[in-house]
């Protein structure tokens, strides 16, 4: 009997795991094609659906600062497209990989952002990456963290000429 129940108990987890599994495809392609309208909302500025990927408490950080929700990101991309109105910025996805248990997926990826500054063009290129989960009630994927990290900056503008740090000594 002891035997019997083991085995059953063995086959209903390993039923599980499959279904987990085979879900898993819709799932990446729910996070690529929501990681995609990033890219199109970001060029027609329309600060409201991009940031309807959002989690209310999301977090995303880059090496220009850090904004810690929902609201912050609008009023931040709010004030980018109106200091530089030619921005572009576009997120290349290279994988994504999903928890089957949590669902809750990773996406890694290169990024580019470009804009016009007064003594030329300026162009930052480099890699992200973003945790997204999915809302139980909706059914639907949420940004909750992102980190864009700058590899290179190309371009004529002094914007992309290398800086000294500024550290602080300690005391």
């Known amino acids: 009997m002891r035997k019997k129940l083991i085995l059953l108990l063995a086959l209903a987890i390993a039923a599980t795991h499959a279904q987990a599994q085979t879900s898993l495809p ?19 500025r329309d600060i409201s659906t991009l940031t309807s990927l959002f989690s ?17 990101c609008a009023r931040s991309f709010e004030g980018l497209f109106k200091r530089r109105p030619d921005i572009t910025w576009l997120n290349k996805t290279t994988k994504i ?40 009630k909706e059914g639907v994927y949420y940004l909750d963290a992102a980190i864009f990290t700058p590899l290179r900056c190309v371009g004529e503008s002094k914007f992309c000429r290398p800086r000294e740090p500024t550290v602080k000594a300690i005391k």
Do not use: C
């Not at 819709?26 to 027609?44: D, L, P």
């Open 26 to 44: 819709n799932y990446k392609h729910e996070v690529r094609k929501r990681s995609a309208i990033w890219n199109t909302a970001f060029a027609q």
């Open 56 to 72: 209310e408490d999301v977090q995303i950080a880059s090496a220009g600062g850090k904004w810690k929700s929902r609201a912050e």
């Open 97 to 136: 990989e999903i928890n089957p248990v949590s669902k809750v997926a990773y996406e890694t990826g290169d990024w580019k952002e470009a804009w016009s500054e007064p003594d030329g063009r300026a162009e930052l290129q480099g890699k992200y990456f973003a945790m997204w989960k999915p809302n139980r």
